[in-house]
């Protein structure tokens, strides 16, 4: 906390006032949305970690994927089919290959692509 006051005041400060106005529902502790859309866009990682001299790096090659984007998901993905493409959802495909498919509701027909990432959503 002591180096996210020094780098990052801001920040802090947001965290400081989520808690002094955060609320209890059930299991989950609720922090007010507008307190917390005044918080900076930064990472910890860059508006801390890469500044600080008060951090120790040591290697781990734990296989952990941030699953940051849409095709981290296909690279992460364990069920993949025999053309290579994960389909969550409705889908039908032809002639589609090493795609990424994602279907919240509604039927998506997908016909000769490759190295695709195709998501329906609401």
């Given at each position: ?24 529902d ?6 007010d ?10 990472s ?56 990424y ?10 016909v000769?692509?490759?190295d ?7």
């Amino acid at each position: 906390l002591e180096e996210l006051e020094k780098y990052a005041p801001d920040m802090l400060d947001v965290c400081k006032r989520s808690i002094e106005t955060e609320s209890a529902d059930l299991d989950f502790v609720r922090i007010d949305a507008d307190v917390f859309a005044t918080c900076p866009e930064d990472s910890v990682d860059y508006a801390v970690m890469e500044k600080t001299q008060d951090a120790a790096m040591v290697p781990l090659d734990a296989g952990w994927n941030d699953v940051g984007s849409w095709s981290s998901l296909w690279e992460t993905s364990d069920s993949r089919d025999k053309q290579g493409n994960v389909i969550v959802g409705d889908a039908i495909l032809h002639d589609t290959k090493n795609s990424y498919i994602n279907s919240e509701q509604r039927l998506i027909a997908v016909v000769g692509l490759e190295d695709v990432v195709i998501v329906e959503t609401k």
